[in-house]
């Protein structure tokens, strides 16, 4: 749902002008309506790719004002399920942008690889998309044997998977046509449109909040923050790649540390968070996914101030297209990977 | 009789059928009579007969246009549904599956629907223009498969100057598109259809200078000619002389064809659906079936000029030869008497008894009629086959369709892979290919036949017995 409004030189590019707004509904005004759980739900359809980040932001926030200590057995079912679901959008990523290059055939593999794991998901969660699965204090529902066996198989054949994608696509003498040196991103235009996620680590900037800023039990876990210093359309694709390959190792070293115990802290049945301001922030597949929250004391959240990390990924298209040709469009967004969900909010 | 009298209105759909075809057969029997008791039919058969055999060129010429236009309906429907079938099997998806056995009805029932939708028309199109676009693509398309040779002595017409009229003609489907971009009003039609003319003059050098090798190699331009110098074996087609004309050609022939990797005259992530945007309904489906049609003379093209056209890729009768195996298919079914008789009667009861026998042994599921029915089936099957290989052996235009078609759905079939494997090529890398490789690769090519033929062929060289 988003409208590029391009001026255009014949085939090529001269001005280009994204119109937004066309899916808003008032995402954050809906959650002042509501309490502290609703807003759980609401959030849910902002990023409908990867909802797990963004249902987890009223959660967080609640937490961080209650100061409240979250059971770590709750926190690990947390982080898998988050890799989990980084790694479905991440599939679809490579799925979209060769279908909007006009290849048909990887967008049903990744959706493959999707389906696993979304059917995995609602095992766990009872919902293939909009989960609604973390609480506040923790997470509704324990590990059980479905999505364990689903996660096993999956476990077994998901870098074979991969691997698969790679083949059809890397050395694809098209792709990389299409791709390379294609709608680059520096670092220049990265720290004046605030972008973050896998468009800035293209450019070669380390910048992970798992690492920056840990939360949850991301510090007891070891993974690698790829990185690329190109920035072209290639390199955010590759590093879409490499970002599974860490998740499906961050979800091996979960399931083998995982501890026993509750998953839900204790908290009162009519919730009221203490005033307060709190910010918090999670790694989303699409950059950081941030959360500035109000509470005037009361059950319901007197602002939530969500920042969508697509809406600034965005805002680097109007940047970087400008001479590049009109079927270049399609590959730069799509490497852009915006959610439209999380833009118009 | 009390159906005659009962009310228009309140017939059954059968019977409105079977009313009008009673009045009209009885009507025609009356006709019929009255017609030769005065001698007017058969003074008008005579005349008819002796205007045909006065024109018989022109009546061949009709006969042919007819049969190549309905030829053209179900080659792009079997076309169009290897499409859906083979890229799904890429995609690892089923693919169509409800309509008839494996879903092979589905691209009729596409036909039968893209007919029954609303035909429209935008405010601003150029009316006429809009109107004659696509029937000069999807003719551009048609008209071409005339020169094509299917088997010996099966073509709509053997123009001695066949390779060139195909080359004019195709080029008429460029200008469709071009009508189509412009008359749209439509400022995705427009992009789609310069696309599409500049893509197809790029292929369209490219692949004459390709075909040029072919015809220094045999010193002709009528297809019917060029597939006759390869008759033989497999090594005698010109893909072996001619290789890098071959990959020139078929390059040049995917683009001419507008199919992936370069479709983006119709690229539907970035400008809708190209020149076909503003178009509906069955206006539409010519465009739709002009493409698939193009699809199967630029491959049949590819088959004529370089793969042998109708010739076997080896002679069958001389494998079994080497083999020790003696097929006679002459067959005279009057030498056999009155035991023709009793074969038609015996066999097939007793065929289909013994081939439904073993499935009603076997499986102990199925009832009687079940095994019988499919007995039934597979008895038509094997006389199928039978009937098919004593046509292969008898008529050589049996044998020649079975080839030609063969190798000609074989390479739309890799052009269907080929769409479902490759993104879309952008439209400067695209002429970057056509001009700065496929050319250069062209000229080459002409160069190296040209100096071979020479070499090789010239009287006057000392290793070719001159002095």
Known sequence: MLRIVLKIDGERIVDLDPVLGYLHRGVEKICENGDWHHAISNCDPLEYAASMFSEAMPVLAAEKLLDLEVPRRAEYIRVLAWELNRVASHALFIGWLALDLGGLTPILYGFIERDE??????????????????????????????????????????????????????????????????????????????????????????????????????????????????????????????????????????????????VMAKIPRLLRIPPGRAYISVESPRGQYSCYAMSDGSDQPFRLRIHDPSFFNLQAVGLVMPGNLIADTMAVMASLDPIMGGVDK | MSVITRPWSRLTLAGKIVIPLIFLFVLLNVLLIAGFATGVLPFLGGLLLRIINDNVDIVRFIGAVTALLLFTVPAAFVIIFMELKLIAFVNLRLGPNRQGPWGVLSSTLHGLKVLAKEDFTPTGADVPVFTLAPVVTYLGAVMTIMVIPFAPGLFGIDLNIGLLYFFAVAGLTTIGLIMAGWASFNKYSLLGGLRAAAAIISAEIPLTLAAVGVILLTGTLSLNEIVLRQAGSALDWFVFQQPLGFVVFFIAATIEAGRTPFDMAEADSEIVAGFATEYSGMRFGFFFFAEYVNLFIISALTVTLFLGGWNAPFDIAIVLDRLGIVVDPTLDPGSLGMGLLWLLLLVPPIAILLLALPFWLLRSDWSLLKSLVVGFLLFNLVVMVLVGIWAYMSFPFVAGIFWFLGKTFTLVALFVIMRGTLPRIRIDQLMGVAWKWLIPAALLNIFITAAAIVILRDPSLPWNGGG
Not at chain 1, 136 to 151: A, P
Not at chain 1, 192 to 210: I, K, Q
Not at chain 1, 231 to 246: T, V
């Open chain 1, 117 to 262: 794991i979304v059917e995995m998901l609602a095992a766990l969660t009872g919902q293939r998309v909009l989960f609604n699965y973390l609480r506040i204090g923790g997470v509704n529902g324990d590990l059980n044997h479905d999505f364990m066996s689903r996660l096993g198989d999956w476990m077994g054949h998901a870098l074979h998977r991969i691997e698969d994608q790679q083949r059809l696509l890397n050395a694809n003498e098209i792709f990389v046509r299409r791709t390379k040196g294609l709608g680059i991103v520096d670092r220049d235009i990265a720290r004046r449109t605030c972008l973050s996620g896998p468009v800035l680590r293209a450019t070669g900037v380390p910048y992970d909040v798992r690492r920056a800023h840990p939360y949850s039990v991301y510090p007891e876990l070891d993974f690698e923050i790829p990185t690329r210093e190109e920035g072209d359309s290639y390199a955010r694709y590759l590093l879409h790649l490499d970002e599974i390959k860490q998740s499906i190792r961050i979800i091996d070293q979960v399931l083998h540390q995982m501890p026993d115990g509750p």
